[in-house]
C-alpha cells in the first residue's frame, strides 16, 4: 500500500524537513525506516520537490517526526546511490534470570561434551 507524506521546512537548528506520514488515513507519529531512505533519495535528487525544499547538499538530512528527528546518510557505493540510517534503541525491559545450581551445572556439563 503506497505511503502519502507531507513535507514542510525543518525547524532551524534542529532539522532539515519536517514530515508527516499518512497511514490508513491518519497521521502517524513516526516515520518508517524505508520511507526515510525514500524521502532521502527524493531530497537528493535534482528536480524533485523535496530536493527544492531542503537546502543543505550535506552527507546527511536530518528528518523531523512527531517521535523525534531521524538522521540519515546519503552516499554512494558501487556507484550506485546508497543511504544509511542512524538509529538508537531504547531499553524497554530488563530481566534476570535464576537459575538453579544443579540445572546450570548440567548445562555446563552438556555444553563441555
Not at 523531523?64 to 534503541?89: K, M
Amino acid at each position: 500500500m503506497p505511503k502519502l507524506a507531507l513535507v514542510a521546512e525543518g525547524a532551524p537548528g534542529r532539522s532539515d524537513v519536517a514530515v508527516r506520514m499518512l497511514s490508513m488515513g491518519r497521521t502517524h507519529p513516526a516515520l518508517a525506516v524505508t520511507g526515510s531512505i525514500a524521502l532521502t533519495l527524493a531530497a537528493r535528487t535534482p528536480g524533485t520537490v523535496l530536493h527544492d525544499l531542503v537546502a543543505t547538499e550535506r552527507e546527511d538530512l536530518l528528518i523531523d517526526t512527531p517521535a523525534g528527528v531521524i538522521a540519515t546518510v546519503h552516499g554512494s557505493r558501487d556507484g550506485l546511490p546508497a543511504v544509511a540510517v542512524r538509529r538508537t534503541a531504547r531499553r524497554i525491559a530488563d530481566a534476570l534470570l535464576a537459575l538453579p545450581e544443579a540445572a546450570t551445572a548440567a548445562a555446563a556439563a552438556a555444553h563441555a561434551a
